[in-house]
């Protein structure tokens, strides 16, 4: 017979195996954890302008994250890193701000994900100082109405497709040598009437459409910017009266990294930003709107308080070209759909303040009905008006109703309906610089272009408002 001692040391070596393997396994699965870890969405460009950068990204776990930064030209020698914890009340959201770049210079970044290097980098160019060599060209890339299909929400209801669309101007913003952007025009993700029942679940749809795999070749593709409609705001044609509208404009803030939203005085979205010799002024159609069906001569679309920002901020423009971009159509007074031509006197004022205060460069961007045309609103002893409408990126697209169909503001040849992109590429310089508008399919074919002479968008006669 055995001893006791004898036995209870084979049990003891039993143990010390089983806990080894154990040990061993449970490390194997950390590892293998750790190595799987990565982006759920990103990383994103946000902003870029001379001396500053910022680039959003999104995880499902805490994790921890790096981002290094270096010139590929190695003028600066090594990398410059950040790091950030994950945290679940931030939706596992991670946004560094750059700062201390120096202009018109082009940077790699590259994430560091628990500690372990990702398999690509990433490249940006800070904006250029004005020298001596004139303005830089600049491409705007836009669009709207980006459905993403949803088989857990939509069934086989197809509302969406032509994802190939975001992949095309991932290619041509990175191939551009010169600065571009883009700026999107609302409808972005299609809340679902499941969604705005709760924040919670308007939360799930940001995640879904970030992470979608259409997405993730555009995000780091170029800067992006953004405003809202009502399918990123809640209901469908909703006004301030949404009783979460507090929570979708902090989800908005979390995945749109704008240069701000909003003022201390004046919630909303609304916010500006420059490029070169462009002003671009975002504005909030959501958050101060009254009911389109509202009968009363003073409902407004963007509010008395958003409207007195624009006014100055106009003014203070030296700029060129003073983009204007707007969710719902400001020239449009055929469609029955929503509009400013649903306020009236809204709008009348501000026309006329325009017309008072001789602002040149004036030219106003929409999105929304899924259907894209070049509106021209003539002014006798002034420049006309010009409203870009581009939709659709990936919904469905729309034709025209009948009333709309032959629009004498339309300028001929304009109407697409079909899904396309939009660009606004401005290049020379003085007088002699050029904005091209333009439509393009989902391979980078044309629909239409016209081409605008910044001299052309002011009074004649009038001197040129320029820094």
């Not at 770049?101 to 990433?122: C, E, F, M, Q």
């Not at 870009?388 to 004498?408: F, G, Y």
């Amino acid at each position: 017979m055995e001893s006791i001692g004898s036995i209870m040391g084979l049990s003891h070596h039993l143990f010390e195996n089983l806990f080894m393997r154990f040990f061993i396994l449970f490390i194997a699965v950390l590892s293998s954890l750790a190595a799987n870890a990565r982006p759920s969405a990103g990383p994103m460009l946000g902003p870029v302008t001379r001396h500053t950068a910022t680039v959003w990204i999104q995880g499902s776990e805490p994790d921890r994250v790096a981002l290094e930064i270096d010139q590929p030209d190695n003028k600066v020698p090594g990398w410059r890193t950040q790091a950030v914890q994950l945290k679940a009340e931030a939706g596992y959201i991670a946004r560094f701000d750059l700062d201390s770049l120096a202009p018109g210079t082009r940077y790699r970044y590259r994430i560091v994900w628990n500690g372990k290097l990702l398999d690509s980098a990433h490249h940006f160019k800070t904006q250029s100082s004005p020298g001596p060599d004139g303005l830089p060209e600049i491409t705007v890339y836009l669009g709207s109405c980006a459905h993403l299909h949803d088989p857990s929400t939509d069934g086989a209801r197809e509302w969406s497709g032509g994802y190939e669309i975001l992949d095309q101007i991932a290619a041509r913003a990175g191939a551009d040598s010169h600065h571009n952007l883009m700026l999107w025009l609302g409808d972005n993700i299609y809340l679902r009437p499941d969604d705005y029942e709760h924040p919670s679940g308007m939360a799930s749809r940001y995640r879904k459409v970030r992470s979608h795999a259409a997405m993730q070749k555009l995000l780091p593709a170029l800067p992006h910017y953004a405003i809202w409609d009502d399918h990123d705001y809640g209901p469908n044609n909703h006004n301030q009266s949404f009783v979460f509208k507090q929570a979708s404009l902090d989800l908005f803030r979390q995945y749109w990294p704008n240069p701000s939203a909003g003022l201390p005085d004046m919630p909303g979205n609304h916010t500006q930003f420059s490029v070169a010799d462009m002003d671009f002024f975002l504005l909030d159609n959501r958050w101060n709107r009254d009911s389109d069906h509202d009968q009363s001569d003073n409902r407004k679309m963007f509010g008395v308080d958003q409207m007195h920002w624009l006014k100055n901020a106009l003014m203070a423009s030296r700029a060129r070209f003073k983009i204007i971009a707007g969710g719902s159509q400001f020239l449009n007074d055929l469609s029955r759909h929503e509009g400013w031509h649903h306020f009236r006197e809204e709008r009348r004022d501000f026309l006329s303040w325009l017309e008072l205060n001789n602002i040149s460069g004036v030219l106003f961007l929409s999105g929304d009905r899924h259907h894209t045309e070049l509106l021209k609103q003539e002014r006798p002893g002034n420049y006309p008006l010009f409203e870009l409408t581009c939709s659709p990126l990936t919904s469905r697209p729309h034709s025209v109703e009948t009333t709309e169909a032959n629009h004498p503001a339309r300028v001929e040849g304009t109407l697409v309906e079909a899904r396309n992109y939009c660009t606004l590429n401005v290049q020379g310089n003085g007088d002699d610089r050029m904005l091209a508008v333009r439509s393009l399919d989902a391979r980078g074919n044309p629909f239409w272009e016209v081409r605008m002479e910044a001299g052309a968008l002011r009074r004649t006669g009038s001197p040129a408002r320029l820094p």
